[in-house]
């Protein structure tokens, strides 16, 4: 055997495998600072979905049902009474090495509901999903065209399917109530139940929910960006919206 053949494929053995030890450092270091990123940098300080209770000026007077009948329509309102809709879910980070809760709400939200001898006879919400805002630019950005799709589809819905009776009301107080309906998301449309606190406080009706939603039921696709970093396949919808009479 040529010795110098022998000699040169030993070289280039070895000169592989320094390459493949090279590559697997580089690989590691850049794992160890994704989840330096992820734990430091990334920090997952996302508040809780606050909980509509009942206001600190309230009388607790009983309101009469039919002072509420006619048309409502959606207000900005302020403080605790401010209007907004928006999404909440879960991303995860390198491979699992931490997850974090990613919320984007809009203040655009447009509606009337009808209420006629003590029931909500009528109802529809719609929610501009194009100005969904979170603390990320880059998911802002990523939404447009991923996920919820919101520059192909702009706009959700959600009207009401079934008179809805009131329940019994009072001034600054929060009830609840169930609500059945068709919510319109990523262009699909599917028939939900909701459970809404409602607080009437002076001329103002708060209701205040957290839909639990399954992306497969609405065709939205969890986005993954280059592994790295993806979305769980359910979230959930949060909204606070704010009705005056008409």
């Known amino acids: 055997m040529d010795n110098s053949k022998q000699g040169s494929g030993a070289r280039s053995s070895g000169r592989k495998g320094k390459l493949v030890a090279v590559i697997g450092g580089i690989v590691a270091l850049v794992v160890v600072a994704a989840v330096v990123i992820v734990q430091f940098v990334l920090p997952d300080d996302a508040p809780d979905k606050e909980k509509l209770t009942d ?3 309230a009388t607790g007077a009983e309101i009469d049902p039919t002072s509420l009948d006619g048309t409502w ?6 403080g605790d009474e401010a209007t907004y809709a928006g999404y909440r879910v879960e991303e995860v980070f390198a491979a699992g090495a931490r997850k974090a809760t990613a919320i984007g709400r809009t203040g655009d939200v447009i509606g009337e509901l009808t209420v006629d001898g003590g029931k909500v006879t009528q109802g529809k919400v719609t929610v501009d999903m194009t100005t969904l805002t979170s ?17 192909k589809f702009p706009e959700a819905t959600f009207e009401i399917t079934s008179p809805v009776a009131l329940p019994s009301l009072h001034d600054g107080k929060v009830s609840q109530v169930k609500v059945t309906g068709d919510l319109t998301l990523h262009g699909a449309k599917k028939s939900i139940e909701v459970d809404l606190s409602v607080r009437p406080s002076g001329d103002v009706v708060t209701i205040d929910s957290s839909v639990p939603i399954a992306f497969a039921d609405y065709g939205i696709e969890a986005p993954s960006i280059g592994g790295f970093v993806s979305v769980e396949d359910k979230g959930s919808l949060e909204f606070r919206i704010s009705f005056r009479k008409q």
């Open 135 to 151: 603390d990320e630019g880059r998911r802002d950005n990523a939404i447009r065209d991923r996920g919820i799709q919101t520059n």
């Open 55 to 57: 206001a600190t000026n």
């Open 73 to 78: 329509a959606v207000v900005a309102g302020s």
